[in-house]
């Protein structure tokens, strides 16, 4: 079936340096890859996501990658900031495109 | 426009018996997703719901079912608990659970097997 791998599974960064997630998945019909972030506690919530017609989108702070021919996407973080820590989830969407698949966390820490 | 809300937000059960949760869906919304949170496992997808109908399935045990009404809301039972079943039940609300449209999550019922 589907399946998402992410890395790290935790990733420590001092305050201003960059931090970079990485996503891979398997099916090759996912068209749909959005980010997540969760603080402790509460509950997920989206901060960026990518579709499968471009290459690249940038939010401020944070951009995401997206290589369909390799089948992996990226989070990347600049200046970070300790409320950028949190868990950060990738997710792709199935098939049917009526799901979505998540990888299984970065715990993200950055200290001050 | 109201938030995705859950009920009960804790519960704590003993292995054997089965559980309710209840989910409702932002105003509008006809698609809702189950997922089981765990510490090192991430959110794991359980189910989805669109106008009544379970349009897909994750890899789960059939003690794992649910169900959608005509209002949207929807409701995951768990049947003959144990121990592995205790965790955070998230469930996600879209406009038709497709790409187009953003999922937002409800807060989660904790869920404690004992």
């Known amino acids: 079936g589907e399946n998402v791998e992410q890395h790290p599974s935790t990733l420590s960064v001092q305050e201003g340096d960059s931090a970079v997630i990485k996503c891979t998945y398997s099916?090759?019909?996912?068209?749909?890859f959005p980010w997540y972030k969760q603080e402790l506690g509460k509950r997920p919530q989206l901060i960026i996501d990518?579709?499968?017609?471009?290459g690249e989108k940038k939010d401020q702070r944070i951009a995401v990658t997206l290589n369909k021919t390799a089948k992996h996407f990226s989070l990347h973080i600049t200046e970070t900031q300790p409320e950028d820590s949190a868990v950060y989830f990738c997710?792709?969407?199935?098939?049917?495109?009526?799901?979505?698949?998540f990888g299984k966390g970065t715990t993200l820490s950055v200290s001050s | 426009k109201a938030g995705v809300t859950q009920t009960p937000r804790y519960l704590i059960k003993t292995r054997g018996q089965q559980v309710t949760l209840s989910c409702s869906p932002i105003?509008?919304?006809?698609?809702v997703s189950w997922y089981q949170q765990t510490p090192g496992q991430g959110l794991q997808f359980l189910f989805e719901?669109?106008?009544?109908?379970?349009?897909n399935k994750g890899n789960f045990p059939g003690r794992f079912s649910g169900r959608q009404f005509s209002n949207s809301r929807s409701e995951m039972n768990v049947s003959t608990l144990e121990l592995g079943d205790s965790a955070l039940y998230l469930c996600?609300?879209?406009?038709?659970?497709?790409?187009?449209?953003?999922?937002?999550f409800g807060p989660g019922t904790r869920l404690t097997v004992l």
């Open positions: 996600a609300s879209s406009l038709d659970g497709t790409p187009h449209n953003e999922q937002f």
């Open positions: 990518i579709r499968s017609n471009v």
């Open positions: 719901y669109f106008s009544e109908t379970q349009r």
């Open positions: 099916d090759s019909a996912s068209n749909y």
């Open positions: 997710a792709a969407s199935n098939q049917a495109g009526t799901a979505l698949i």
């Open positions: 105003s509008g919304h006809r698609s």
